[in-house]
């Protein structure tokens, strides 16, 4: 899979995927669960629509939006500084598996 780590425009972190499609969201969170294990857990439904599906995740507590829109793919989005540093050791894991 082609990840790439981005800085968006709130100065946090997101991880995105323009190879993949909405559908491919399920493998997704099956990565997740073999990077993070039992750090991870769901959180809330994000929104789903025509143009973007998405969930959120905790991990360490800290909430990732993990989705998908017409414009990036699949992405997973940090909301804080510690989610930046969840998505910086999971660009790591995306490189080495």
């Avoid at 993070?36 to 143009?51: K, M, V």
């Avoid at 540093?85 to 080495?96: K, M, P, R, S, W």
Wanted: aromatic fraction near 10%; proline fraction near 2%; charge should be negative.
């Amino acid at each position: 899979m082609a990840w790439k780590l981005y800085r968006i425009s709130s100065g946090h972190y997101t991880i995105d995927n323009f190879e993949l499609g909405a559908e491919e969201i399920p493998a997704v969170l099956r990565t997740l669960q073999a990077c993070f294990q039992e750090r991870l857990t769901l959180g809330r439904q994000a929104g789903i629509g025509l143009s973007q599906v998405g969930i959120e995740v905790l991990v360490d507590g800290s909430p990732l939006t993990v989705g998908w829109d017409n414009w990036s793919g699949v992405f997973l989005m940090a909301e804080d500084a510690a989610g930046d540093a969840i998505l910086t050791e999971l660009d790591d894991y995306l490189h080495h598996v």
